[in-house]
């Protein structure tokens, strides 16, 4: 590990400081931001660094670019018997999805399975914090969202599709839900940017330089394109997630979009789909599937999330861990 590249500890009331004092200057309105700052601070807790403080740097820069609504007050629509939508009027998706998640619970609490989808949105955060959430509710969970066109077809040279994550969580009472949060493409584009601020080279199967050629260089990849994972079926999956996320809500597929600081088109802003399932109605228990979690453990196996979970614990004692250099950064911005 070269020295800009360093961490260190810092407390969490230290992260809710820079947090809360970077969005006040960049002008978000003060329910947009506290949740923004929840959500960042749990993330860099959990060592997911592509999602954490760093995200700072780029709600800053879209706020101050115009593309985002900063004081944008959500509009909760219940759409149909199992369906509420949620117009997040240009601003940040994590606000709308607050507003949005008690009718999502009822109904499907009610139904057995409802659907919310956020349109109009600006979506930066990880999707395992708003499934763990759900989760919390007793519920089984599914999101997935496109992003900007980051990411080739598979066989195909140029961007198109976005990262187009999706997360999924089982409850399981008493102990922590069963969650997975990834990109469909080989890596997230955030995972590229560190990589790149940090001078580090890439693995060779994520990306594609802009003729198309495999590359290692992050600075290369930026301006080329990431690829999907598992060939054909990352491709595959990432174009189901255009379409559920797309069309299906209303809203736009990711090369509808446009990259970050062109105005054109809606900019940053696109749709999110999120999917809640109640297993009591479907007269199921979730404790169904502790046998199976058993098994994958007792092969000496983890548990998706798990790597997370044992960061979260070092954070309780230890503080955030975070980039040096990004600590500077954020340090600068919150000065001014």
Known sequence: MNEMSSFQRISRERGVELATKILARAGYSDDHASIMIENMVEAQAQECHSHGLYRLIDCTKVANAGLVNLTAVPVVTDHAVSVVKVDAGGGNSLLAFKKGLGLLSEKAKANGIAALAINNSFHYSALWWEVELISELGLVALAMSPTMPFVAPYGGIKPLLGTNPMAFSWPRPGGEPCTFDFATSAAARGEVEIRRRRGETLPPEWAIDNEGNPTTDAERAMSGALLPFGKHKGSAIS?????????????LLSHQTGQVNNTENKGLV????????????????????????????????RLPSQRRRTASKRSQSDGLLISSELLVELTQLCDG
Do not use: N, T
């Open 239 to 251: 174009i189901m997630v255009e379409l559920l996320a797309g069309p299906m809500i209303g809203d």
């Open 270 to 301: 696109h749709g999110e789909l999120i999917i809640a399932i109640d297993p009591d109605r479907f007269g199921v228990s979730v404790d169904a599937a502790e046998g199976l979690f058993q098994e994958i453990v007792g092969q000496g196996a």
